[in-house]
């Protein structure tokens, strides 16, 4: 066991079997063993014996409504009623008001696995600020990062994430970072957060010029958020295949660390969507298990209770060995991981320079800043033999 050398974290784990029921009758993406498969690797790598687990429960109406419209809470609590009274009676009904959605399954059991997911992560972060523990994982689905305060899309019913924001916030916490590294971005998320300055919401995702899904310019660079949270939105949009380790690193040291140290949060949730994975058959992205802990790790450094709530991610053996180096990272004190040599792809820096430019007019104290990542990305950008200049050494 790793663990036995290490000085180890609290850490909290909850998985409900449960919501293994929400199923969709064809090969859909979204299917229950990206959560089976993944426990199951957690257990054989007895990483779940290293964790506080917590019991699941159901999402409340007035923790839903804190980031959902009222009128769109209750009609899906009242179709979950009708599915409990009518089975599986309701299949033709469930298939018609999927069909008016945005790439929605529905089946019997789907609104009640989406009030477990939102109680779980509701309850992973209570746990992390009631202080019973350092970091907690929420594995969870169906996802949530793609739900609007009013509709369901993306294969998400209620927006995980923002319940556990909304929580944290109504319990007095004045800033908080979500961080999105889902490869698509996590337009629901940003939606309720838009106008909000307690809340930082940052995603790097694919965005290709607006034609990755969700379709559209909220994902742009230039989607920096609503008066008087301008600048709050960051958006880094990959305009292409094959982010990897290098770009995701990349883009965290040399933009964002100052701003987060800037910001300060007080509590991160990380909308941990896994289908920006190496093997991803959706994302077309190449973040290794390795990268995602080195982020994770980037993170960990900012002294902030943090919850991870899973997303995406539709590889199996991507999203199981993807979450269990996240969850050994949680755990073990000392988790810095290898250095990466690689060198950012010039799509990479093209998006990283375009979102300082973005940003620049919102963060006076960082303007410095952000003009030195615009130079930097362009000459390397312009170079002919980049592998031998470094990003950093623009600021040596």
């Not at 179709?79 to 529905?106: F, H, P, T, V, W």
């Not at 973040?287 to 919850?307: D, E, F, N």
């Not at 180096?325 to 375009?354: G, Q, V, W, Y």
Request: a neutral charge; proline letters at 5%.
């Amino acid at each position: 066991n790793i663990m036995d050398q290490e000085e180890k974290n609290l850490v909290a784990l909850v998985y409900c079997s449960a919501v293994l029921r929400h199923v969709d009758k064809s090969m859909h993406p979204e299917r229950p063993e990206r959560l089976s498969v993944t426990y199951t690797e957690i257990c054989k790598r007895k990483l779940v014996d290293e964790c506080v687990m917590l019991p699941a429960r159901r999402a409340t109406t007035s923790e839903l409504r804190r980031c959902h419209d009222p009128a769109y809470v209750s009609a899906i609590f009242a179709l979950g009623r009708k599915c409990l009274e009518y089975g599986n009676e309701m299949d033709n009904l469930l298939k018609l008001i999927a069909n008016k959605q945005d790439s929605i399954y529905l089946n019997e059991f789907s609104v009640d696995c989406a009030l477990l997911a939102a109680g779980c992560a509701a309850d992973a972060t209570k746990a992390v600020l009631e202080n019973r523990v350092q970091y907690a994982l929420a594995l969870i689905r169906p996802p949530g990062h793609h739900a609007t305060p009013s509709s369901m899309m993306g294969f998400c019913i209620f927006n995980n994430a923002c319940v556990a924001v909304s929580l944290a916030l109504a319990r007095g916490i004045q800033r908080v970072l979500i961080f999105d590294w889902d490869a698509h971005h996590g337009n629901g998320t940003q939606d309720i957060y838009a106008s909000d300055q307690r809340v930082l919401f940052v995603s790097l995702h694919r965005y290709d010029e607006g034609h990755f899904y969700p379709v559209g310019k909220h994902g742009a660079p230039e989607s920096v958020g609503k008066e008087p949270a301008q600048g709050f939105s960051i958006n880094i949009g990959w305009n292409g295949a094959g982010a990897g380790d290098i770009e995701y690193l990349t883009a965290y040291d040399e933009l964002l660390a100052p701003i987060f140290q800037e910001f300060n949060p007080e509590f991160i949730v990380i909308s941990a969507g896994m289908d920006s994975a190496r093997g991803d058959p959706l994302g077309g992205c190449d973040l290794t298990p390795q990268g995602y802990a080195s982020i994770l790790h980037r993170l960990k450094s900012l002294q902030a209770p943090i919850v991870l709530v899973l997303e995406g991610g539709y590889n199996c053996a991507s999203v199981a060995h993807s979450v269990c180096a996240c969850l050994e990272t949680f755990l073990l004190s000392d988790s810095t991981p290898k250095n990466i040599s690689k060198h950012p792809s010039p799509m990479a820096l093209k998006a990283i320079a375009r979102t300082a430019r973005a940003l620049w007019p919102f963060w006076p104290t960082l303007r410095p800043h952000f003009t030195k990542v615009i130079r930097t990305a362009d000459d390397l950008r312009r170079s002919s033999s980049s592998s031998s200049l470094r990003f950093g050494d623009a600021y040596l």
